[in-house]
């Protein structure tokens, strides 16, 4: 089973300020990475897929990066509506397809 | 537009089983590869296992041997059945589409899309 380490935990961030939140595969995942965003209450959105492919509606604010063990997510000026919990997920190596433990992107 | 929807029980007896079902509005059950995932209070998601339209079903090995996951095309639906439960198998249930249609060669599956708003199981007595 690949393990997913996210980093960091909590991410502290002003409005507006860019947010970077890694992602680190135990073995390659080549570029078969997802980002998803949730909120509280609610299901997980998917924002990236393909390591650096936006999905649907998704905002250009948001950029992935990254190949093999090592992703970031980007987000360039938070906007109030990006407080969040984001996690990435390998789907490349199964089964299981397997997520990481998830970054929270809190208000500073 | 496809839409998802969980329904079943929300409270579960320890060592019976938990049956949940996903319910896909707008679009055609048979076209695309369907997970459920799962999400404890707090913490992370894990993926239990995917089924497609001929029946074919693909399980987490760590819940393997309690699993099941079957399809009704007739009704556009797909279900879950998880033997055996403990209080660790209480979490939200989320159904799922998978990206990639069936028969689709642009990308590998098994990243997700489309989620149901998930529903919420405890298992207690």
């Known amino acids: 089973e690949i393990v997913m380490t996210q980093s960091p935990a909590t991410l502290s961030v002003s409005p507006g300020e860019r947010a970077t939140l890694s992602c680190r595969a135990s073995?390659?995942?080549?570029?078969?990475l997802a980002w998803y965003q949730q909120k509280p209450g609610q299901a997980p959105r998917l924002l990236i897929y393909g390591a650096s492919t936006r999905a649907t509606s998704i905002p250009a604010r948001f950029s992935g990066s990254g190949s093999g063990t090592e992703f970031t997510l980007t987000i360039s000026s938070l906007q109030s509506e990006d407080f969040a919990v984001y996690y990435c997920?390998?789907?490349?190596?199964?089964?299981?397809?397997?997520f990481g433990q998830g970054t929270k992107v809190e208000i500073k | 537009q496809v839409q998802l929807q969980e329904s079943g029980p929300g409270l579960v007896k320890p060592s019976e089983t938990l049956s949940l079902t996903c319910t896909v509005s707008g679009g055609s059950i048979s076209s695309y590869y369907w997970s459920w995932i799962r999400q404890p209070p707090g913490k992370g998601l894990e993926w239990i296992g995917y089924?497609?339209?001929?029946?074919?079903?693909n399980y987490n090995p760590s819940l393997k041997s309690r699993v099941t996951i079957s399809l009704d095309t007739s009704k556009n639906q797909f279900s879950l059945k998880l033997s055996s439960v403990t209080a660790a198998d209480t979490a939200v249930y989320y159904c799922?589409?998978?990206?990639?249609?069936?028969?689709?060669?642009?990308?590998?599956?098994?990243?997700?899309?489309?989620w149901g708003q998930g529903t919420m199981v405890t298992v207690s007595s």
């Open positions: 799922a589409r998978d990206i990639v249609a069936v028969g689709a060669t642009w990308s590998v599956r098994g990243a997700f899309d489309i």
């Open positions: 089924i497609y339209y001929s029946g074919s079903a």
């Open positions: 073995q390659s995942v080549n570029s078969n």
């Open positions: 997920q390998q789907y490349n190596n199964w089964p299981p397809w397997t």
